[in-house]
């Protein structure tokens, strides 16, 4: 394959604006020539293909072929290779002519930037650079982390969101009457499970009545304001229709598979201007694109930062505490993507969940600050006092590490906490998982 210079341009020569910019981890065979194969990467992603057709002039590729920015080799050989090296591996990042998506969209850029080459072994998509030109053309979150916030009336602590479980099978009257539990308990958002959206047993519009009814009961009881994000994933083209029926029987809050119904259908949701409450982006099926180290999509990408540039207001990140696999750099890393600075979009909730109990609060809050939403499901509807005190316990948490006073003392003091502690233990990092406190 020739390589002429227009395909390495490294970053000081880059028209910024014009590109996105992505980095691979790519692992290859011993004896592959890197730069050939970064190129190869370029050319198969925007106008080559595996010969040079007549068609792609010097005109075309100037205007749209990829630019290979920088090929990093892990350990970095600089004069030969060991005898025992059998695979060789490197970072890679190759630019991208944002015109070639046809304008600011998710669709087309994936196809771009992790299309055909998610076919080609080891090849992993890490992370993805925008320009402001690229950015601006999103709204991203309508609420965010202060519009939530706002709409609260809370400013000095991390906030508590509730799953309702069971997951599924639940009728709208049962499924309010937990609400209902957990809402006077202290829970400031509460969300259906993924596994829930329009059943028959279980009718979307239904289930928003009956919760709304039951929510301004446990609002009146507790002096506070709950939102509970009803979900509405479902076929594209019914999407809208269930947001503004869920929106007229009284929901305060919605909730998308967001990776299921795809990245443009949440923006589409999050950007019309008929949907004026915050909604929730739940992360399941991402795991089928980050889990493998080799290939696919890094969690940070597809489980932070993409989402949060479609509009969603928070975000159920997996934690390394619970049920599901998760390191814990892995972890902290997506947290940060949803916090950090990212142009005009507005920071987002993580809502660190899958297994989270009250003895996680104070690690939880401690790597993210007060920026944080701590989600729990069984912690709260499994706790041996009922679902109420399972979110006292979580309050009891929440003002003892915010207060800096010691968890197990502040446990001595409340019996909801005490219970959960005996029942689950307390995190400590660099413990193994959650210790027992008896023992």
């Known amino acids: 394959m020739y390589i002429d210079p227009i395909i390495i341009q490294y970053p000081e020569g880059l028209e910024k604006d014009r590109f996105v910019i992505a980095t691979y981890y790519c692992g290859t065979k011993r004896n592959t020539n890197m730069m050939k194969f970064a190129a190869a990467l370029a050319c198969e992603q925007t106008c080559g293909t595996w010969i040079q057709v007549p068609q792609e002039t010097a005109e075309v590729r100037e205007k749209c072929i990829g630019r290979v920015v920088g090929v990093y080799e892990a350990p970095s050989y600089q004069i030969e290779l060991p005898k025992e090296v059998e695979e060789r591996n490197f970072i890679v990042r190759i630019a991208y002519p944002w015109a070639n ?19 080609s072994g080891k090849v992993k998509l890490i992370d993805l650079e925008f320009p402001d030109s690229f950015l601006n053309q999103f709204q991203g979150p309508k609420f965010g982390v202060k519009g939530i916030r706002d709409l609260l009336g809370v400013y000095d602590r991390p906030l508590l969101n509730n799953m309702i479980k069971p997951c599924t099978g639940l009728s709208p009257e049962a499924t309010a009457a937990l609400a209902f539990e957990s809402a006077v308990g202290g829970v400031d958002v509460i969300k259906d499970d993924e596994l829930i959206s329009n059943p028959v047993h279980c009718p979307l519009v239904k289930r928003v009545k009956a919760v709304m009814a039951a929510l301004k009961r446990a609002d009146e009881e507790k002096g506070e304001k709950t ?10 083209e019914n999407l809208k229709d269930n947001a503004y029926k869920a929106l007229e029987a009284g929901a305060n809050c919605l909730m998308v598979n967001y990776n299921t119904i795809g990245l443009d259908a949440t923006r589409m949701l999050a950007e019309d201007k008929n949907i004026n409450v915050p909604i929730l982006g739940h992360s399941d099926y991402t795991g089928a694109l980050y889990e493998s180290p080799w290939s696919g999509v890094s969690a940070a990408l597809i489980g932070a930062k993409l989402p949060r540039l479609a509009g969603v207001d928070m975000i159920i990140a997996l934690t390394p505490y619970g049920k599901f696999p998760m390191m814990m750099d892995t972890f ?9 600075p990212l142009g005009n979009i507005k920071p987002v909730f993580p809502m660190p969940g899958g297994g989270t109990t009250q003895g996680h609060v104070e690690d939880v809050v ?21 679902p109420r005190a399972g979110a006292v316990a979580f309050r009891q948490a929440i003002d003892a590490v915010v207060s800096g006073q010691n968890m197990l003392e502040a446990a001595k003091q409340h019996k909801e906490l005490q219970a959960a502690f005996d029942a689950w233990g307390y995190y400590q990092e660099g413990k193994t998982g959650i210790f027992d406190l008896k023992g």
């Open 227 to 236: 939102l509970y994000a009803f979900n509405i994933t479902d076929r594209t």
């Open 332 to 340: 902290v890393d997506g947290g940060y993507r949803m916090l950090s």
């Open 366 to 386: 401690r790597k993210f600050g007060n920026d944080v939403m701590i989600a729990s499901g069984a912690g709260i509807h499994g706790h041996p006092m009922g």
């Open 101 to 119: 998506f046809g304008e600011a969209q998710f669709a087309m850029m994936l196809s771009a930037v992790i299309g055909n080459i998610s076919s």
